[in-house]
């Protein structure tokens, strides 16, 4: 069934953001494409989610920034007058032991990860919270449920974003909902980076990686269903997060 709304996805020029954008995009949003540095895949994007009958407007700004998600916001509401969904996209992904993590790089996936979940549910959320209904989506990962220790300011930062989902389910309720979406290891064909190393396939119960449709079927639900849920956390992980052992 095809809806209408207005959805901002932050860090949504490409890989998984831009394929949630465009899931979202093909059952009625009109869309807000955030970007840092991405500027010509912003606008590629934009132009693919024009081709599918919606409008778009691409919107830099970095969400740690306060100033920035202002403006992120105004521009936002300048163009469409109110916010329907929110995605909580953008992510920095960081591998470092322990003892090689300096105070910068803490910072920039903190800031970014977690800062900049909050500042933009904060401003987005008042809109929300004004207009009598609206629906945030955070993306969280599996390194916030499970404890990853070549990557400890990432899996800190989505743990964070795990209590933030349930803390502002709470502060927004009753018109706004507020759910996270915790994937595992998704393979997007093309964008993959050949230095990451993903889990062994005899550690997922499911035996495979996961898709992006595998992500955004999940969006698309929480975005245009699900009323009555908020607060949740759905690991999209094929069954990873259990810590599943052959027997």
Known sequence: MSISGVAIVTGSARRLGRQVALSLARIGFDLVINYRRSHAE????CDEIRSVGRDCIHVQADISRPTDVENLVQESLDKYRRIDVLVNNAGIFMRRPWDEIDRAMWEEVIGTNLTGVF??????????VKQGYGRIINLASIGGIQAWAKHIPYSVSKSGVISLTRCFARALA?????NAVAPG??????????????AP???IPMKRYGTPAD???????????????TGQVFAADGGRSIDFVPI
């Open 42 to 45: 912003a606008v590629r994007t």
């Open 119 to 128: 500042l933009c549910s904060q401003a987005v959320g008042r809109e929300m």
């Open 174 to 178: 009753p018109s706004v909902t507020v």
């Open 185 to 198: 290891t998704i393979i997007i064909e093309g964008e993959e980076d050949p230095s990451i190393q993903h």
């Open 201 to 203: 396939l005899e550690r």
């Open 215 to 229: 992500i955004t079927s999940l969006v698309v639900f929480l975005a245009r269903s699900a009323p009555y849920v």
